[in-house]
């Protein structure tokens, strides 16, 4: 082998060891140096595992007008407050509770309660609120606390005998003749 081509290979050794050195410095330095982010407060991870339990759930599905029409882009300032539009099957007509008031109309305590012996109409699953843990309950109830009442009273349940006024959406089935 030639002495230039020694010396140039030798180089280029020298190039990539200084090189993986500096990067292992560099890595080291950014794990001491970088700073350590604050924990967020167990009262914000509450509220933001409500929130995603709320998204998760599809509670916005039924109980936020214009949720699955926006694809779930509205601002979580119009979350929850009920929807006006009735589900009308064999059980009757239900309508969507406006979840803001009626959680904020009570303690967490009797909240988690209610969640746990919930035996609502349908389409409303209640037994998922059944199976939830009580840290799930009570981080739904942080996230609904802190958005606050919004909103008025939806429409109350009305027996299979009353026909329900417009808007609903019928579940009523229709078999073929």
Not at 2 to 26: E, G, H, N, Q, Y
């Amino acid at each position: 082998m030639s002495k230039t081509l020694i010396l140039a290979t030798a180089s280029i050794a020298t190039v990539v060891l200084l090189a993986a050195s500096l990067d292992r410095a560099s890595a080291a330095e950014r794990t001491t140096k970088t700073p350590t982010a604050k924990a967020p407060s167990a009262k914000a991870a509450a509220i933001e595992q409500g929130r995603y339990l709320i998204l998760m759930g599809g509670c916005n599905d039924c109980h936020t007008p214009g949720f699955n029409e926006s694809a779930g882009k509205l601002p979580v300032q119009e979350w929850l407050v009920g929807s006006p539009v009735g589900f009308k099957g064999p059980w009757g007509t239900s309508y969507p509770i406006n979840l803001r008031t009626f959680i904020n109309s009570m303690t967490e305590e009797d909240w988690i309660k209610n969640a746990q012996t919930l035996q609502g109409a349908p389409p409303m699953p209640w037994w998922a609120l059944h199976n939830m843990k009580r840290q799930d309950l009570a981080a739904i109830y942080a996230f609904v606390k802190d958005l606050g009442p919004k909103g008025e009273n939806m429409p109350s349940y009305l027996p299979p005998h009353i026909a329900p006024q417009p808007p609903y959406i019928n579940f009523d089935v229709v078999l073929p003749k």
